[in-house]
């Protein structure tokens, strides 16, 4: 029995059909069946080089990725918040559609200046001038639930190095939900000016969210102190106890809740009983920005 060909080892497609119907008419019919699927499976493959798949793979990368860069999810406003190794918390507002965003940086939030994405899932966000005239510059790439990366600071005092931390910013909740917020979200704090124009005080950020509450806790010691990770929050009727890892070490606090306000204390710090009033909702507080210095 002859062997069908392909067109292109015959050298034509045309040439190759008359052959194998010539086979299929001298033989039994179901061995002719059998040839008529062997000419289908003969039909010549798509150009190899104009193949995404064997492009990526002539790269060493797998087949199929460019698919994925197509379908990978945009940049989505909301609430994204994380904590680099040291404990520091790190939070941003971001309404992508607005292309408006804020950045928290005691001792207000400031307001992003640059809020850039990549066809290839990068992310730039750049704050405007916060305490001091520091700036923040956050660059890395979505992730499946926020943004991974690492944040820069520039325009600090000649003395000191730049701050440098890796963060992955985890969007925690939709911008500002429609709905009432609970009894406990909310910014509060005691922070007040002393008689030389020094800073003291505390301040916290509460947020219940899908995942369960997070916040931050700052202290104010003539200036504004970094912002600081709430761990292992717990609340139950009126009581709240949280950690913090505060200079390298783990401090805890505990508190009660009454009403617009909450009494917090911490033993490891020497810290006594601190009164904080609900001063703002997190919408006001993510919106009473510090804008100078943006075009």
């Known amino acids: 029995m002859k062997r069908c060909v392909t067109a292109r080892q015959a050298g034509s ?6 052959r194998c119907r010539g086979l299929v008419s001298s ?4 061995w002719g069946w059998f040839l008529v699927i062997g000419i289908i499976g003969c039909r010549p493959a798509p150009d190899e080089r104009n193949s995404p ?7 060493g990368e ?11 999810e945009p940049l989505l406003s909301g609430v994204y918040f994380g904590a680099s190794d040291d404990g520091r918390a790190w939070l941003v507002f971001l309404d992508v559609q607005s292309q408006w965003g804020s950045f928290f940086a005691p001792p207000r939030t400031v307001r992003l200046c640059e809020i850039t994405e990549t066809t290839t899932g990068g992310v730039t966000l750049q704050s405007g001038p916060a305490f001091r005239g520091v700036r923040y510059r956050f660059e ?7 943004m991974d990366g690492r944040f820069e600071t520039t325009g600090d005092r000649p003395d000191r190095r730049p701050a440098s931390a890796h963060v992955h910013l985890k969007r925690v909740a939709d911008l500002f939900p429609t709905e009432a917020p609970d009894a406990v979200t909310g910014y509060y704090a005691n922070v007040r000016f002393g008689p ?11 947020m219940n969210v899908s995942d ?36 390298g070490r783990e401090h805890r606090f505990s508190g009660v809740l009454r009403g617009e306000s909450v009494t917090l204390e911490s033993a490891s710090l020497s810290l006594p009983p601190q009164v904080l009033e609900r001063r703002q909702s997190i919408e006001q507080f993510a919106k009473l920005v510090m804008s100078a210095g943006c075009p």
């Open 196 to 206: 030389e124009g020094d800073l003291g005080g505390m301040e916290l950020i509460l």
């Open 62 to 72: 797998p087949a199929g990725r460019g698919n994925e860069e197509q379908a990978r």
């Open 27 to 30: 033989v039994a019919p179901w």
């Open 53 to 59: 798949g064997a492009a990526a793979s002539k790269l």
């Open 13 to 18: 497609l045309a040439t190759t059909a008359r």
């Open 140 to 146: 890395g790439e979505l992730s499946s639930d926020g």
């Open 212 to 247: 369960g509450p997070v916040g931050i806790v700052s202290l104010y010691e003539g200036v504004p102190g970094a912002p600081y990770a709430l761990e292992g929050i717990e609340s139950r009727g009126d009581t709240l106890r949280f950690g913090a890892l505060i200079g």
